[in-house]
């Protein structure tokens, strides 16, 4: 894979007769992109782009943002359309492997992704070693590395089968990982998966049944968990796809490698953020507390953010964000809850705040996670699962970017370089000296 070629830019040093020329290759749509390979051999000069907010890592076709325009597309489909038409299997299949599947082809996947839900009986010990209190986000992490200790099979990352064996595992297995971390931490016994059962169905049945009573998942929270993970499935080369393709292209195998995502994913800038959100609306309270609230927001050296709100590529409304907001309304009324006062709370939070210049100048609209967490409490789903939720949908995004990857012929390992700021060399001092 290459962008196609479309001109050059010519790089001059100033004050020398030293140049390069490099390659500019444009994309489908988006941005052109200027091949910097050769600024190194030809000038001896590296880029310098902290937080990469500047730099294409590298080529896919998977998925495009368009962040001004607020724009979504997994292989050229628009999110919304994925998200109200299609289930999230489907969504797994297009990243995958380039293309909605046609009904024989979708039956397939399932089949296949449903026959590895099940997880080696002895991973369960696992649990047991973690504290009760663990957060689930640490189980996940130790569990879902530890399964390249369990499926030897399919650890030839140069094979294709193995890696589509692997994604198969990956995608089947989350959703049993993360609901038996949920079981462990409130002392149930651990539920097993169900294959007559939908994707999002046998998780919810994994995480609220338990094997005394019969348990029937709602189909409208189904439906809504489902949509949940569509709209958590890819986004492009965010902060943990990344560290999956930099893990990945050393050549280790996609369990370790989807480990490393689940612990990027972690932090609260990324997938800790709806979490994060529920916590704040916790801590507002009231309408009544909003001003203060967002007046210690736009106070610099608070350190206080306006959780859900505002991305490094959207500077429009999140499309996901609309979509979660009529799920959230959608879920309410099916469990009956009126005027909810978190919901409330929210909204009038993001009326306030997208009338307010600070958040105006800023770009900062609310982002796929300013609701999410109001649906997920709403479902009775516990707030440190929020971000394993997040992890079970990525999962899909992860693997498809990895294999697309390991796939491609041109992968090398990836390296950034730096701009050396320490000390030049200097001779050591004995301790005596010192
Ligand atoms: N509340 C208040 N001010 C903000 C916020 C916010 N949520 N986000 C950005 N800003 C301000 C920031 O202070 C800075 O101001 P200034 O130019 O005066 O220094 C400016 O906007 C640009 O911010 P930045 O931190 O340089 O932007 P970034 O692209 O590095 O950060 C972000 C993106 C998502 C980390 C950030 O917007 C943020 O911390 N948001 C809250 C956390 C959140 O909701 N994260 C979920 C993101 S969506 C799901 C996912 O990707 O996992």
Redo the contacts with the bound molecule.
Sequence with gaps: MTGAPIGSVTVTMDGTDKSASLPLLAGTIGPSVFDIRKLYTDLDLFTYDP?YGGTAACESRITYIDGDEGVLLHRGYPIDQLAEQSTFLEVAHLLLNGELPDKEELAEFERGVMLHTMVHEQLRQFYNGFRRDAHPMAVICGVVGALSAFYHDSLDVTNADHRRISAFRLIAKLPTIAAWAYKYSIGQPFMYPRNDLGYAENFLYMMNAVPAEPYHVNPVLARAMDRILILHAD?EQ?ASTSTVRLAGSTGANPFACIAAGIAS?WG????G?NE??LKMLAEIGHKDHIPDFIAR?KD?NSGV????????VYKNY?PRAKIMERTCHEVLDELGIKDDPLLELALELERIALHDDYFIS?K?YP???FYSGIILKAMGIPTSMFTVLFAVARTVGWISQWKEMMEDPLQRIGRPRQVYTGHAQRDFVVLQAR
């Excluded at 609260?268 to 997938?271: L, R, S, T, V, W």
């Design positions: 937080g986004h965010n994913l609260p800038a990324h997938g953020a994060a959100v927001v610099k953010r306006l959780m859900g709100f505002g991305h490094r999140d800023k900062l982002n796929v996670d």
